[in-house]
């Protein structure tokens, strides 16, 4: 079955200290994964997405992910932590062209303490 | 705002009220989809559209009616709700293609009372 997993329901981190939010996903064929963020009382905006090449992607406000197919995983990090970055991560996988269909994890709420 | 528009933001019906949920987008693309988000769970898909013609229908309770006349708009008909109904719906687009993102409304929040 396929499935995206999230492991951690919330990730604390001090102002200024380095932050990972882990996923993992199981899906046949070529995944496309996306990190998605939603702010209290909003939608979820795009952060980043693997496609093809480089592991490593960089996306919106500093965050970056890297690409990991022997450990299918795809961890969102970011070097600095910033109080505003305190919101809910969304890991999603698409399977390749054919499916409109997302797989969402159930996500992950990061909180950065001042 | 980021392109896509939902309204109303928060709504508040009895069961046995009929309402709708509207989203509008101006992008360009050519599918949206309707998510349910309750507290604690995955998201959940409901429905998507691409071109205007229906291509997924998650096992969702008939009392849930989408609706989308054209490729800017879709609506979420609803009629005889339950409280477990309660939730933010959020409507997405995006363009056909499994590489592309969605955009995100910023929902409405629904209260079945």
């Known amino acids: 079955a396929q499935s995206v997993a999230q492991p951690e329901d919330q990730v604390n981190v001090a102002e200024g200290n380095p932050l990972t939010v882990k996923c993992t996903y199981s899906?046949?064929?070529?995944?496309?994964l996306f990190w998605y963020v939603q702010y209290p009382n909003r939608g979820l905006q795009f952060l980043l997405k693997?496609?093809?090449?480089?592991?490593l992607v960089k996306g919106s406000y500093g965050f970056e992910a890297e690409f990991n197919k022997s450990q299918t995983s795809f961890h969102l990090k970011k070097p600095s932590a910033l109080v505003s970055d305190s919101a809910l991560y969304f890991c999603a996988v698409r399977v390749a062209s054919g499916t409109y269909k997302y797989i969402f994890g159930t996500g992950t709420r990061l909180k950065v303490l001042a | 705002e980021t392109g896509v528009t939902q309204t109303p933001r928060h709504l508040v019906m009895g069961m046995t009220n009929k309402k709708s949920l509207k989203c509008e987008q101006h992008l360009g693309h050519n599918a949206m989809y309707w998510y349910k988000q309750s507290a604690k769970k995955p998201l959940e898909l409901m429905f998507v559209?691409?071109?205007?013609?229906?291509?997924e229908n998650n096992s969702v309770p008939s009392r849930f009616s989408p609706e989308c006349p054209n490729s800017s708009h879709l609506f979420l008909h609803l009629h005889t709700l339950q409280p477990e109904d309660s939730a933010l719906y959020l409507c997405?687009?995006?363009?056909?293609?499994?590489?592309?993102?969605?955009?995100f409304g910023s929902g409405t929040r629904l209260t079945v009372v």
């Open positions: 693997y496609i093809t090449g480089d592991n």
């Open positions: 899906v046949s064929g070529n995944p496309y």
């Open positions: 559209y691409s071109l205007e013609e229906r291509v």
């Open positions: 997405a687009s995006s363009q056909n293609g499994a590489g592309y993102g969605y955009t």
